[in-house]
């Protein structure tokens, strides 16, 4: 039982260093599996464009929609 638990618990936190891999140098994925630029959720400057190779955002949700001048899903109004 003790070797099942710690087998989980390894696997979980690989999965969480391998997605923040996938998105390449500068860029973190969300919880919704998005790439996005290091302090993008705190206002940080600039494009949210991650580097050549990172993965391609989903497609925005219901509640939110495309806007380009952020280049981002926002919520909608």
Do not use: I, K
Request: with cysteine.
């Amino acid at each position: 039982m003790r070797f099942l638990a710690a087998a989980m618990l390894v696997s979980a936190l690989v999965g969480v260093a391998q997605a923040a891999d996938d998105c390449g140098p500068g860029c973190h994925s969300t919880m919704a599996g998005a790439c996005v630029v290091n302090g993008w959720e705190a206002g940080a400057g600039g494009w949210n464009e991650c580097p050549a190779g990172a993965q391609p955002r989903p497609p925005c949700s219901q509640r939110y929609s495309w806007h380009r001048h952020a280049r981002a899903c926002l919520p909608a109004n």
